[in-house]
């Protein structure tokens, strides 16, 4: 399929004014707090992965936070996701809003809940159709639970 066609695909269906309203950063770490059982293993991050998430982020000022999301009744249909012993972890940069996990059902969940902001929305941004993007896999997915 033509990128420019699906594109304009993503827009036709899923931008619409409702979906307006960038979170901070605090704000989604408050959301993943309330939602699960978080571990913050931020002090056990490896030089490794932290040169990763420095090229990831593209920058050296980073106040990057590092959470593990115990296995529990609220995370039960994030778990099922993941290989048997495999845990799921969540990378949160404040500096740069750069969100990450190898979970992709919770990574969806946090982009949506963080939202866009009015310049993105206006301008058709790479950060919009990132988000709109994010709105069709959860419409594809089994999680129809509304996002606040």
Not at 24 to 43: A, G, H, P, W
Request: charged share 35%.
């Amino acid at each position: 399929m033509n990128m420019n066609k699906y594109v304009k695909s993503l827009i036709k269906k899923y931008k619409n004014p409702s979906i307006i309203g960038e979170k901070s950063i605090e704000e989604v770490i408050d959301y993943l707090k309330q939602k699960f059982i978080i571990k913050d293993i931020t002090q056990n991050i490896s030089d490794i992965e932290m040169k990763i998430c420095r090229f990831n982020i593209s920058s050296e000022d980073i106040k990057f936070h590092a959470y593990r999301v115990e296995d529990s009744t609220a995370s039960k249909e994030y778990y099922q996701e993941m290989d048997d012993e495999e845990k799921i972890y969540v990378y949160i940069d404040e500096a740069s809003g750069y969100i990450e996990s190898n979970c992709s059902g919770l990574f969806t969940e946090l982009a949506l809940y963080k939202g866009i902001s009015q310049y993105d929305y206006d301008n058709n941004t790479d950060k919009l159709i990132e988000y709109l993007t994010h709105c069709k896999d959860w419409e594809e997915g089994s999680r129809r639970e509304e996002i606040q």
